[in-house]
């Protein structure tokens, strides 16, 4: 009786000294490089501006066009009024969008744009976390011209996997607000 309570004993230790130790894993990220793509001019009745051609340019009217990113299945939202006495409420409703996200988002940074010799004034909003857009922005020239922007994915928001395409995309979004060039 002894002698099989002592095997059994060393058989559990030998079986139980046989799995290797757990170690936790580092931390790292995705790492995702994404071609930079040639810069393309694009010119409407109302403005310019320059983008990343390889976004596949689709027009909606000549007030409302999309860039399509479909290797980061993204789009950037692009939409132009005219403003007619109605600045305060095209504002207003530019910065209500953009805060309609706040309910997922995790925060909402805010970058003024201030392009004083080309008179481009507005907002660019990042948004963080699981939110619908990862960015938006309107700009204006206080008088006649008003522009707003949207970065949407095809995807259900998951801001880990997406966070690379989204830094892309606002540098692509940052490029466009600096090239804005309005037409009188």
């Not at 990113?69 to 409420?89: C, E, Q, R, T």
């Not at 481009?120 to 006649?144: I, L, P």
């Amino acid at each position: 009786m002894k002698l099989n309570l002592g095997l059994i004993v060393i058989l559990l230790s030998l079986v139980s000294a046989c799995k290797e130790d757990v170690l936790p894993k580092p931390k790292a990220m995705l790492r995702l490089e994404y071609p930079a793509g040639k810069e393309g001019m694009l010119e409407t009745e109302h403005f310019s501006i320059k983008y990343n051609e390889m976004a596949k340019l689709k027009s909606e009217s000549n007030n409302s066009f999309t860039l399509d990113y479909p290797l980061m299945k993204g789009s950037i939202f692009i939409n132009y009024k005219a403003v007619n006495g109605n600045l305060d409420k095209l504002l207003t409703d530019a910065q209500k969008l953009s805060y309609e996200h706040v309910v997922k988002a995790d925060g909402i940074y805010e970058e003024p744009v201030v392009n004083e010799p080309y008179k481009v004034y507005g907002m660019y909003y990042e948004v963080k976390g699981n939110a619908a857009s990862q960015s938006q922005f309107y700009v204006t020239d206080s008088t006649k011209h008003f522009v707003t922007g949207s970065l949407y994915f095809y995807a259900k928001p998951n801001y880990d996997s997406i966070l690379p395409a989204a830094v892309h995309l606002q540098k692509d979004i940052r490029k466009i607000i600096e090239s804005l060039r309005w037409k009188e």
